[in-house]
Structures are given as structure tokens and as C-alpha cells.
């Protein structure tokens, strides 16, 4: 199993972005869970949130309301989308599946 995050890049405040997370091997996104993290430097991992079988998803409270995450079942990839991005989400973004996790992406926010 391979995750590859892509999508990010150089935002002011305010701004949005659209992550993707391209799922290769034999799994099936729309019957597990996949899920985003992030990194700040200096700072430990967080969980930005998941999307699992049914579409449900959960969220940090930190992004609740700006952040949404969905899934192209055809094409295996699972989006986070970013809106009312503020300086403090800069950060590698990177999904994971189980104990597999793909090369992150810099977001970065500028005030």
C-alpha cells in the first residue's frame, strides 16, 4: 500500500486549498479509513481528521467548520479541503492508512 499527498503550497490567510491523497495498492478507500495528520515543526503529529466507510467523517475541533474531507472512490483518492486557512494550520500534511503512511505535503499560511 503507497499514500501520496499532494496539493499543497504558499496561501494567505483567509485562502483555501485542496489536498489530495492518492491510495495505490490493494485496498479499497471507500471501505476503510483513511485519515489526515500534520506536522508543525517543533510540534507533535495531529489529527486532522477521517473519513471511514458510510462517509462518515470526524474533525479536529480545530478545523471543524473550515476543513472538509471527501473521496473519489473511482479514482481512490480521498481530498482534504481547506478554507479560512489561518497561519497557525501551516504544517507537512500527510494521510495514513492503518500503519501506512504517505509523504506529507507543505501547507504553508502567511498573515
Request: net charge positive; hydrophobic share 30%.
Amino acid at each position: 500500500v503507497q499514500l501520496q499527498a499532494s496539493g499543497g503550497g504558499l496561501v494567505q490567510a483567509g485562502g483555501s486549498l485542496r489536498l489530495s491523497c492518492t491510495v495505490s495498492g490493494s485496498i479499497f478507500i471507500s471501505i476503510n479509513t483513511i485519515s489526515w495528520y500534520r506536522q508543525a515543526p517543533g510540534n507533535h503529529s495531529e489529527l486532522v481528521g477521517s473519513i471511514s466507510s458510510g462517509d462518515r467523517t470526524n474533525y479536529a475541533d480545530s478545523v471543524k467548520g473550515r476543513f472538509t474531507i471527501s473521496r473519489d472512490n473511482a479514482r481512490n483518492t480521498v481530498y482534504l479541503q481547506m478554507s479560512s486557512l489561518k497561519p497557525e494550520d501551516t504544517a507537512v500534511y500527510y494521510c495514513t492508512y492503518l500503519n501506512y503512511r504517505g509523504k506529507g505535503t507543505q501547507v504553508t499560511v502567511s498573515s
